[in-house]
């Protein structure tokens, strides 16, 4: 006779907690294209302001750690549930499937956007359709394999890769103790001993900043590729890790219960701060990181309308100036635009450098024969020294940089990263940051586990949308936004309906599409009938089902 495995008990407030995280990253990504500065988004609203550079810098801060903190903490109850070969198996089925599949479908729609948005405003006008350079990136192995991105569902596949080291660091852990009674349990308690301590707060934010530092100021850059972004995965391990902890010794929660208020306040107040300061540091080009060094966000230019009149003089000049380099390197429309007297839109002017070439301006020896206007840094000064075809391409788009700044004087802010101040700020940027989110983290914790422990049918409701929410929620995003980026609206007015619109459709389309269907399945696990996700009733689980969603 088959007895079926007793039910674990649902955690409803880890399962609002991550829903909740899943639903924020769609109101982020909204707020990415209503934040006046060009970080990627395909279009930047007309009614972008410093109340949504906030809330972005904000989210950005906790949002993802506190997701993973709970995918790891249901990645241990499954896996000691189940044993690791039906959790591999699981996580293969409900992770690796809809990342293939989800990114299929998301990647090329990424692609269009980019491009849609870029034409749309301005900042593309080269007159290619954005459906025929969509095509064209797709054409070629070799600049599809270099430009190629995971798009938002990255972390399905760093939850894939955390799933891989976590277990294999398990076996290697019982290949250790496992002839040692008791050993392995002992190191554990030992471990969660110390996370009840006061010092576990500093441990554990000194360790991610440790492995974040090499980041620079781009705290937890995001993973796009199949080789990951080194500091920001061991930092997610981190995080994975101590959800697969609390997982094992359930009594840690109560740490988060305690001082849930006293750490959400703690970690807003910092990040407050946080932002005041590194704000006023971006306006003078503080931040510049050296992977972007040919690369001009459009808070670096001090002084726009200087630069454009240099720009404007120097095209006489042809190839002897670096300026007129600049110049010729400006598509044909750009150029016109720019010869004009009404200066650019924001966007406009941001395109107009992005989209330079900026690695060839140095590809003869100009830099060696121009007189530069300052000083140059040490590591600077010594690229000089070697011949051209020996310098690294690093070294000719630090050049690059440089020779913009001096070309331009006044018009761009100076770069520190040459400056001993620059490395002592970044180190306290780096445990500021790591520390916000872990305070965040925990305090957000301990308020869904005093508000949401208990059954409802919403908040079960959302739980299981969630993930398919997300999934699908950028394209959406871009393809409402873009259109109206330049209604003349009141931007908090705009930003709701944006977002109005965009849970309308996601929810209708997870509620008709779904729920009920082989997609709801495989991420799910199970298909729910049709129901009112208000009525207030909790739908038993099917026999052997996890009470989990995840």
């Known amino acids: 006779m088959i007895h079926a495995q007793p039910e674990l008990p649902r955690y409803h407030s880890l399962d609002a907690m991550r829903a909740s995280a899943m639903l924020l990253g769609i109101v982020f990504h909204a707020a990415w294209m209503y934040i006046p500065a060009q970080y990627g988004a395909p279009v930047i609203d007309v009614g972008a302001n410093d109340w949504m550079s906030f809330l972005f810098f904000w989210t950005h801060q906790f949002r993802m750690h506190a997701f993973i903190f709970i995918a790891g903490f249901f990645a241990a109850m499954v896996c000691h549930r189940r044993g690791w070969r039906e959790f591999a198996a699981q996580r293969l089925r409900r992770i690796g499937l809809p990342l293939v599949v989800g990114w299929l479908f998301c990647y090329p729609a990424w692609i269009f956007c980019q491009r849609w948005g870029a034409t749309a405003s301005g900042g593309d006008m080269d007159g290619i359709s954005p459906w025929a350079k969509t095509v064209s990136h797709f054409t070629t192995w070799s600049d599809f394999a270099q430009n190629y991105s995971l798009t938002h569902l990255w972390f399905l596949y760093t939850l894939l890769l955390l799933y891989a080291v976590t277990l294999l660091g398990g076996f290697l852990l019982q290949c250790l103790f496992g002839r040692k009674e008791g050993r392995l349990e002992s190191w554990v308690d030992g471990v969660a001993r110390f996370v009840r301590s006061p010092w576990a707060l500093v441990v554990v934010t000194l360790a991610t900043t440790a492995v974040t530092l090499p980041a620079n100021w781009d705290m937890m850059p995001t993973p796009w590729k199949l080789i990951p972004e080194v500091s920001s995965f061991l930092a997610y391990w981190i995080y994975f890790l101590a959800g697969w902890l609390f997982h094992s010794r359930p009594v840690l929660l109560e740490i988060a219960d305690r001082n849930w208020k006293q750490l959400l306040a703690a970690g807003c107040a910092v990040s407050v701060g946080m932002f005041a300061v590194t704000g006023a540091l971006y306006q003078r080009g503080q931040l510049t990181d050296r992977n972007t060094y040919p690369f001009l966000d459009q808070c670096e230019f001090l002084d726009w309308d200087g630069f454009r009149k240099d720009l404007l003089a ?92 001096t070309s331009f004087p006044g018009r761009i802010a100076s770069s520190t990263l040459e400056k001993p101040a620059y490395r002592w700020g970044c180190v306290g940027y780096a445990v500021a940051y790591c520390l916000v989110g872990w305070l965040l983290t925990l305090g957000f914790l301990g308020l869904f586990r005093q508000y949401f422990s208990h059954p409802h049918a919403t908040w079960r409701y959302f739980a299981d949308a969630a993930y398919w929410m997300y999934i699908v929620h950028l394209p959406l995003l871009f393809v409402i936004e873009i259109p109206i980026a330049t209604w003349q609206m009141a931007w908090p007015v705009k930003f709701l309906l944006l977002n109005a619109a965009t849970f309308g459709v996601l929810i209708a389309s997870y509620h008709y599409l779904v729920r009920s269907t082989i997609i709801g399945e495989t991420l799910n696990g199970r298909r729910y009938p049709f129901v009112n996700p208000f009525g207030g009733r909790i739908e038993p689980p099917a026999a052997g089902n996890l009470h989990s969603s995840t």
């Open 314 to 405: 120097g095209k006489d000049a042809g190839e002897s100036s670096f300026a007129g380099r600049v110049w010729m390197r400006l598509k044909a429309p750009a150029r016109q635009l720019m010869a004009q007297t009404e200066a650019p839109t924001l966007n406009q002017r941001v395109g107009f450098v992005v989209n330079l070439d900026l690695e060839i301006l140095t590809a003869t020896n100009l830099a060696d024969g121009l007189k530069w206007a300052a000083p140059l840094p040490a590591k600077a000064a010594q690229v000089l020294t070697k011949p051209f075809a020996q310098r690294t391409l690093a070294e000719v788009l630090l050049l690059n940089r440089l020779l913009l700044e």
